[in-house]
């Protein structure tokens, strides 16, 4: 019996072990100091560790939420092409509904005026069909991309303000939530929401100036006594002779500025010659990629330190030209069949020659039959009258150059000008699958919202809030917990130890998983943590209590606990389905604390019947089992 006992237990071993594992990275983070943090984030190491402990919510860190609302009334307007005063009127007594009342669905709404005062939809939408319900669908549609465009913008400025796991969601038709955790300067934050995405075009310099300009950041770089002494020492060696590999040495970032690489690497040093990095101490970090220069992930910090330095800013100024990175880091093959992740660093003109505001419209498509991109995923970008207009002029004096499609000062792509364009019409080629072509357009898209997007509602959550919260939310699981553990060791005896070892088993691997799904806890979320101690205790009772009922039948011991779990089987599943499948709709329809609050219940829920029906059990057998046993006392 006991070797059929031991896989039961070794798989309840390995289970426990990697939820230890898991929570790990949360129990460190949570005991550092603020000067182990500081020394962590000069390492690079810390954004690392943060990535892998369990989130904390806005109610428990502090921060910002936010509440934006996209005027669908005003996208629809714009997008009508020979506007009257018919059309207007529409518009007018729409948004005068909607005011009276809020909940009002702006399509249905739309309908009933448009039915009302006999308006043909055709003559102001007749690129979205010919018949008016297909042209509603079509705004439909054409509003819903809107929000996209929205949240695409949202997520790329969030992304650079340096936020920790942001909550950017969408409530309803035209409302998006932002909860930013740890965020408390408002007014920074307000102003990141609310303005529009800056989308750019600008020419990239040709190779034999980029080339001229690093060799002349070298000679500047070179009289930097900062830089001198950042090659580390080499190890002792017992070697008399060095071997020419000896000369190189790992340049260290964080001794370069000491500041933190941007990349997630636990490692932000590269190795380069010593010699080399003396003479060229900003060439030697970067990477030969053809026509491009290539910047290694764990060096993009460095480059940008020596970008902003007075001087070289000062000589960018003075030949008109700006550096800038592309908006990831791409995989890359070296020569040794190694792969590193690197970003793409482009010299351009200082100033834009087109913005986003001329781009009307950017589809993504497959290449039609008959060209070189025939069957291959492209953007076909459309611009107005005036952006055609400078387009042409720009395409035709600029053949055999590459421009730089610029969002949020992030290079996206950089084509090469093949011909001049004439009608405001380009094809973007070169996409791995329509999926990426399809999120270059909705990129290309964002550059101009096409209706203002306002702040509704706006609240700060303080720090001491969060850690107020933090306190008293720990508090009520720890006393909450003691009382269950000695009551339920009190009442159920040995039993109770083993329910006691379970629930503790139950709430390790609860965070474990929020750690391993990178979910965020909230105080909703500690609610569920302490329901799940009820759930958790429920279960065992009603185990424990058919037991008892199988003892006072005159049962073994043996006999009493397979008939106890046999009878109560049943009861749990039906109980603990009901509470999964509401957990299961909270999450679907909930938003923000509520989600929080339906994870946390909803894994709760499963590993309380797993440690019920198969960890308890599995403890049992071999207790009664063991030599000596003569009574089960519960």
Known sequence: MQNKLTPRFLLIGLILIWGLWSLWPTFKLQTL?????????????????????????????????????????????????????????????????????????????????????????????????????????????????????????????????????????????????????????????????????????????????????????????????????????????????????????????????????????????????????????????????????????????????MIDKPEIRDRLASIGANFLFGHKAEEYVLNDGSVEKMYTLYLLDDQAELTGGVVEEAKANLGPQGTTSAGQPIVNLSMNSDGARKWAIMTGSNIGRQVAIVLDNKVHMAPNIREKISGGGTLIEGFANIDEAKDIAIVLRAGALPAPVDIVEEKVVGPSLGAESVKRGTQSVLIGLAIVLIFILVYYRTAGSIADFALIWNLVLVLAILASLQATLTLPGIAGLILTVGMSIDANVIIFERIREELDKGKTAKAAIDGGYNRALTTIVDANMTTLIAALVLWQFGTGPIRGFATVLFWGILISMFTAIFVTRTVFNAFVNRKGFKKLNI
């Open 33 to 305: 100091s603020d000067n182990d943090k500081n020394i962590l984030e000069e390492q690079g190491e810390l954004r690392n560790l943060e990535s892998k402990a369990i989130k904390q919510g806005l109610d428990l860190k502090g921060g910002m939420y936010i509440a934006l609302e996209v005027d669908i009334p005003t996208l629809i307007e714009n997008i009508a092409i020979n506007k009257d005063q018919k059309l207007t009127s529409v518009f007018e007594s729409i948004r005068n509904e909607i005011l009276q009342s809020p909940e009002t669905d702006f399509f249905t709404s739309f309908s009933n005026f448009i039915d009302q005062k006999n308006v043909k939809l055709s003559r102001y939408y007749y690129d979205y069909g010919s018949n008016s319900n297909d042209i509603i669908d079509g705004l439909k549609t054409e509003a819903e991309d809107a929000i996209n465009r929205v949240l695409e913008i949202l997520q790329n400025r969030i992304d650079q303000f340096g936020v920790a796991e942001p909550t950017i969601q969408k409530q309803g038709t035209q409302r998006i939530i932002v909860e930013l955790a740890g965020v408390q300067n408002s007014e920074r934050a307000r102003a990141l929401l609310e303005s529009t995405a800056l989308l750019e075009f600008y020419l990239v310099k040709d190779v034999t100036t980029t080339n001229d300009f690093m060799i002349k950041i070298d000679q500047i770089l070179k009289k930097d006594k900062s830089l001198t002494g950042v090659v580390k020492e080499p190890e002792p060696s017992s070697n008399e002779n060095k071997s020419d590999t000896d000369e190189d040495e790992a340049v260290s970032v964080s001794d370069l500025f000491g500041g933190a690489s941007d990349a997630n690497s636990e490692n932000d040093s590269t190795v380069v010659d010593q010699d080399m990095f003396a003479e060229r101490p900003f060439s030697s970090l970067l990477r030969n990629l053809g026509n491009s220069i290539g910047v290694p992930e764990k060096n993009a910090f460095a480059i940008k330190q």
